[in-house]
């Protein structure tokens, strides 16, 4: 069985950055795909990034040159770094194993 916590989520101003944080437990965490998805309310959650076990990512079209997703197999951790943070980008940010373990959710506020 895998947990996932999130954390790093929080209030930041527009141009502000954030770095989210999914710490998994359980086994096979080198092996599992990982991503961030997030869903803002009235909205259907979606992907912003993803990095397979031999570190290829993916990011979705609006957070492209802005987020940046990598993992440390030492700590079992996969992270979102967010820079250039717009008011489009708030919404519930959750982490995902193998397109099936899904964590609680952080929420990131961009608001001046």
């Known amino acids: 069985q895998v947990q996932l916590v999130e954390s790093g989520g929080g209030l930041v101003q527009p141009g502000g950055s954030l770095r989210l944080s999914c710490a998994a437990s359980g086994s096979g965490f080198s092996f599992y795909r990982m991503g961030w998805y997030r869903q803002a309310p009235g909205k259907q959650r979606e992907l912003v990034a993803s990095?397979?076990?031999?570190?290829?990512?993916d990011y979705g079209d609006s957070v492209k040159g802005r987020f940046t997703i990598s993992r440390d197999g030492t700590k079992n951790t996969v992270y979102l770094q967010m820079n250039s943070l717009k008011p489009e980008d708030t919404a519930v940010y959750y982490c995902n194993a193998a397109w099936i373990h899904w964590g609680q959710g952080t929420q990131v506020t961009v608001s001046s």
């Open positions: 990095i397979t076990s031999a570190g290829l990512t």
